[in-house]
């Protein structure tokens, strides 16, 4: 396929808003594809070359872009460009806007395709070491010599993880879910198999090849499986009306672990499905010595933990396990605990279509006793009061709450069900559980404030629905100075110059962001408002006395934050509690 069809079709997805018109828009684009060429158009379409866990970014600088560009369009300074680049504020527009002045006689005659720029973008990610900066220059340079204006301005947006087409992933398995097996949609099985491999690349390639994989689509080891999510209910009486018998676990308040073992090989995946096996090291020594499999996926909640006193450490020193530098030191002062909570493979056998009874059992046979590695605390009942003694026993010992799980519930992927229910600490008089925000803007600051140029945020919801960002509240406290200056910083080099299309706001932000950073946010009630377009019908939802209570969530992305309906639902609790 050639590349202009994919700038053709990211200029139409550009002007449209609605998901069904760009849902259909994909779906002719990839009846187009070959099965050599989908998995590249779907990870170019995500604005990158490869699924998220990969970590494999095209990267370069912004300076370097910009001399592709000048040497490519046969310009003599790099002003022009950066004149072009601050009056369109994009760096897309600015090289469309350049190349399309280059003389016709110094067009090439060459024709690029989505394999020749999506091998370039491999070689610029993989290339490092001294010198590499130019090298990069050159690839993108022999780019843009054959390219049309439309690609150049696609081009260079990739370098600077600029695409940002706002296309979400459940859009993308709507338009593969054209192809249909007989005459019956594949939809739910397009997403399983999303669900287990979190490579919609793979996904399509294997549906493309041979859709029968698909419908039997296997899980392997070091492709991460997408976490299950638990509900929330807010009393003992009212998880045991809803799933009966269950088991109690403690929850602990920590990061979430997905431990892929092959051999001594071991990865482990973040929440957000991150490879971060480099930052904890004795989970990966503990987890090639003791765990009896070969290969193994499973879950668990790793927490800094004294071995000497028994005590949980909080949140907030856990946290900074998560760290670049002094890795080995930090381990020896805060070693971590793993609590494996959940068994999803071993040696070939898929555990998640397993009841949980059954996927406990085989957890807890797998795991060899060890100082780094346990099982988690739990108990099996049928009785509220004991899960009430439980829940307080837990809270007193320092953890968050408990996650209550249905015994006979299969491992549910990607989504979030009743087969766990969590249950936390609640406080009188506010809301019992935070929030979730995306960024989706921010305000200057006046008064006092002025001198950090930062006064406020604006933050939404996910619709998981439609795909959108819904605004609910401005948040103007929680943060400290420190916390200021760094919010500015970072969200400076994600503004935007207009709304984003996957925004839905009726308030004006000073500065739009790219929805991309989620916060924990407090508040004491939600209350309708017409200011605010979280929520369905008429008038919308927001926050009283919102404030921030935990900076950017490293562990968090967009779409992991509180959705419109959870807000919904909260809200209907919420008045529940008020008229008893
Ligand atoms: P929340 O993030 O508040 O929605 O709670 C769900 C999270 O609790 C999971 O993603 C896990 O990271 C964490 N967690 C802690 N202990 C457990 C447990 N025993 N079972 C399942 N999840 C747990």
Not at 176 to 190: M, P, Q
Not at 298 to 307: K, T
């Amino acid at each position: 396929m050639r590349f202009l069809e994919l700038a053709n079709t990211y200029d139409q997805i550009e002007s449209k808003t609605g998901r069904l018109e760009i849902t259909g828009i994909l779906s002719e684009l990839f009846k187009k594809a070959s099965p050599e060429e989908i998995d590249k158009i779907i990870y170019l379409t995500q604005g990158s070359i490869a699924p998220p866990h990969k970590n494999i970014e095209v990267g370069m600088g912004e300076k370097f872009v910009e001399e592709a560009i000048r040497v490519a369009s046969g310009l003599r300074t790099i002003k022009i460009v950066e004149d072009e680049y601050k009056k369109t504020g994009d760096i897309g527009k600015a090289a469309e806007n350049i190349m399309s002045k280059k003389t016709q006689e110094s067009l090439s005659s060459n024709i690029l395709t989505v394999g020749m720029v999506f091998d370039s973008f491999m070689k610029i990610a993989h290339t490092s070491g001294v010198g590499s900066q130019d090298t990069k220059i050159r690839i993108l340079i022999k780019l843009l010599n054959s390219a049309e204006p439309l690609e150049a301005r696609y081009l260079v947006r990739f370098p600077l993880g600029r695409l940002r087409l706002g296309v979400g992933d459940p859009t993308i398995l709507d338009a593969l879910s054209f192809y249909r097996k007989g005459d019956k949609s594949i939809r739910e099985e397009l997403e399983r198999a999303y669900n287990l491999s979190n490579d919609l690349g793979l996904v399509a390639k294997t549906l493309f090849e041979n859709p029968d994989k698909i419908i039997d689509f296997k899980m392997s080891v070091f492709s991460p499986v997408r976490p299950a999510l638990a509900e929330r209910l807010s009393s003992a009486e009212e998880i045991i009306e809803k799933i009966g018998k269950c088991a109690v676990e403690a929850k602990y308040d920590g990061f979430r672990c997905q431990v892929h073992k092959r051999g001594n090989k071991i990865e482990i995946f973040s929440r957000k499905l991150e490879p971060m096996a480099g930052m904890f090291p004795e989970i990966v020594e503990a987890a090639s010595k003791y765990i009896a499999a070969e290969e193994a996926i499973f879950e668990g909640e790793a927490i800094a933990f004294n071995e000497l006193t028994g005590e949980y450490r909080p949140f907030q020193l856990t946290i900074q396990r998560k760290r670049k530098y002094g890795i080995e030191e930090m381990s020896q002062v805060f070693p971590l605990k793993l609590f494996a909570f959940d068994l999803l493979f071993r040696d070939g056998t898929d555990y998640t279509k397993q009841p949980y009874k059954a996927r406990r059992e085989a957890l807890s046979k797998s795991i060899i006793e060890n100082k780094t590695i346990a099982v988690s605390d739990s108990i099996t009942t049928d009785d509220p009061a004991e899960l009430q003694t439980y829940f307080e026993d837990c809270i007193g010992r320092g953890l968050e709450g408990v996650i209550a799980k249905d015994l006979e519930a299969p491992y549910v992927a990607g989504a979030r069900k009743f087969a766990w229910i969590k249950l936390k600490r609640s406080y009188k008089a506010e809301l019992a559980d935070t929030l979730d925000l995306v960024i989706l803007g921010y305000y200057y600051g006046k008064g006092k404030r002025t001198k950090f140029a930062f006064g406020g945020l604006l933050c939404g919801v996910y619709d998981d629905e439609a795909g959108v960002y819904r605004t609910i509240a401005k948040i103007g406290s929680g943060f400290s100075e420190e916390q200021m200056v760094e919010l500015e910083l970072t969200l400076k080099q994600i503004s935007e110059k207009e709304k984003p299309r996957q925004v839905d706001s009726l308030l004006e932000a000073d500065v739009w962001v790219e929805p991309k950073y989620v916060i924990t946010v407090a508040a004491d009630e939600i209350t309708r408002s017409p200011m605010h377009t979280c929520g369905r019908g008429k008038t919308g939802y927001a926050l009283r006395f919102p404030r921030m209570i935990h900076g950017i969530r490293a562990d968090k992305g967009p779409e992991d934050s509180t959705t419109v309906n959870e807000v919904v639902e909260l809200y209907g609790k919420q008045r529940k509690v008020t008229v008893e």
